[in-house]
């Protein structure tokens, strides 16, 4: 079949990155391809914090209609942003061999964080992590596509901004003065990129099902039905990681309040090829110990 595939983005630098990674990888396959740009609710209204626009998959909406309504074929995401519910009629078609799934500290000197300081981020699980580390410093609110972000850090008198590595790293945007966050538990399938599909177009499932790589699937489902569990939309503060080595998958997963003043976090492992409701569990684990109250005061913050 002489199909061009119509391949749906945002039209960030970053998201454009993405979408020309899964374009070059289908035409290497020898399938004919176009680039759909769409821009998303989340990056029309910047001044609104995400959780306040009460809504799951706001950077993937506007992306989903277009599928449903056959103006694009397929649409490529950062994983972290999609609902753990995709809408009715798309599903997974292909994750890509995950990227680092890290946060990083971009910064401005270090010496305030033994002191006063303020931190920059949009994210929850972000703020809330940090301000558990480090309960002295002020944490204000940043959106933005990557590229508006960075210039923001540098137009404020903020000491710092948290990022995605992997953000950073695939549009050649890291900057010298960064630290890893090692101790900070990234979002569920951070770094991971997803390729969506109609369910009914069994050509593009077929054709999308050869970038689809195994171990950070097995990896992200893993960290993704944690998420699903703890009903935790993509802006609650809840952090998880899953990682295989030698046969073994190592899973740590977190659950914190909005201030960064109570914390739920576990780390458990199990044999990579006995995953199946092990992020579940986990998760189970974690509300039994105390996580579905807060769980419930989140909610009620948060509606």
Excluded at 272 to 289: D, H, M, S, V
Aim: proline share 3%; net charge positive.
């Amino acid at each position: 079949m002489n199909k061009t595939i119509r391949i749906g983005t945002r039209d960030s630098e970053l998201a454009l990155w993405q979408a020309k990674t899964v374009q070059s990888a289908l035409e290497t396959l020898g399938h004919k391809t176009n680039l759909v740009p769409v821009k998303s609710t989340g990056d029309l209204n910047l001044d609104q914090p995400l959780y306040e626009m009460g809504i799951t998959g706001i950077f993937t909406k506007t992306l989903d209609i277009a599928m449903l309504t056959d103006k694009i074929d397929i649409a490529v995401h950062s994983m972290k942003d999609v609902p753990t519910a995709l809408p009715k009629g798309i599903v997974e078609a292909a994750i890509l061999k995950r990227a680092n799934s890290k946060d990083i500290l971009v910064h401005k000197g270090l010496d305030f964080l033994e002191s006063k300081g303020t931190i920059a981020t949009g994210s929850l699980r972000r703020k809330a992590q940090w301000l558990n580390k480090y309960p002295q410093h002020a944490v204000v609110d940043l959106r933005g596509n990557v590229n508006t972000r960075m210039k923001k850090l540098e137009e404020n008198s903020w000491d710092g901004a948290i990022f995605a590595a992997a953000g950073l790293e695939r549009i050649n945007l890291t900057p010298e003065n960064y630290l890893t966050l090692d101790w900070m538990i990234p979002a569920p399938a951070q770094g991971a990129m997803l390729v969506v599909a109609k369910e009914k177009d069994e050509f593009c499932r077929k054709t999308l099902s050869a970038l689809n790589h195994k171990e950070s699937e097995i990896c992200v489902h893993t960290e993704r039905e944690f998420l699903k569990t703890l009903e935790g939309g993509c802006t609650a503060p809840i952090g998880a990681l899953a990682e295989i080595r030698d046969g073994i998958l190592y899973f740590k997963g977190g659950l914190y309040s909005l201030d960064g003043t109570q914390k739920f976090e576990i780390e458990r492992v199990v044999s990579a090829n006995q995953t199946q409701g092990f992020g579940k569990k986990c998760a189970e684990e974690i509300l039994k110990n105390g996580g579905s109250e807060l769980m419930k005061k989140i909610r009620e913050v948060l509606k």
